[in-house]
């Protein structure tokens, strides 16, 4: 895909803990993040992996009253970056950027969209081992996740 994706922690995390953060590269034209979103990752990040610093840090500055420095920095730089999806999972944080105009997606979207696009065979199995794996999702979504791709 030609899309360019500015990502928060929680999805690079959720994918690193699988061994699946690949599926980002094969998704998508570039993957951004933050120097905040590097800290907070904590691992060796793949060289495929863009960090920018955020311009306008006033506006950082704004979004980190409400959201931890990750959150804020990601909402920041997709909001500079033209076009640009944002991978956010928390719900707070992602009413801020639907409030901003910043189109949005979260770890499951990405897995779903894995799976239509090939990536991976089986979405079920991917989303039972984040969840396996720490990652929050409730039962009813999961329960969804299964009713649509169980078939």
């Known amino acids: 895909m030609d899309k360019i994706i500015v990502s928060d922690t929680s999805c690079l995390i959720a994918l690193d803990n699988i061994g699946m953060l690949y599926i980002l590269k094969n998704l998508f034209k570039e993957v951004l993040i933050t120097p905040e979103v590097k800290e907070e990752f904590g691992n060796q990040l793949p060289n495929w992996i863009i960090v920018l610093q955020v311009q306008n840090k006033s506006k950082q500055t704004e979004i980190e009253s409400k959201l931890d420095k990750g959150e804020a920095s990601s909402i920041a730089l997709a909001l500079e970056i033209p076009n640009s999806t944002l991978i956010i999972d ?44 720490g990652f929050r999702l409730s039962n009813k979504i999961v329960d969804r996740i299964i009713e649509i791709y169980g078939k």
């Open 90 to 133: 928390e719900v707070k944080g992602r009413n801020i950027a639907k409030n901003l105009n910043i189109e949005i997606i979260g770890t499951v979207g990405i897995i779903i969209l894995a799976g239509k696009k090939g990536v991976v065979n089986d979405v079920i199995s991917v989303i039972l081992k984040l969840v396996n794996n």
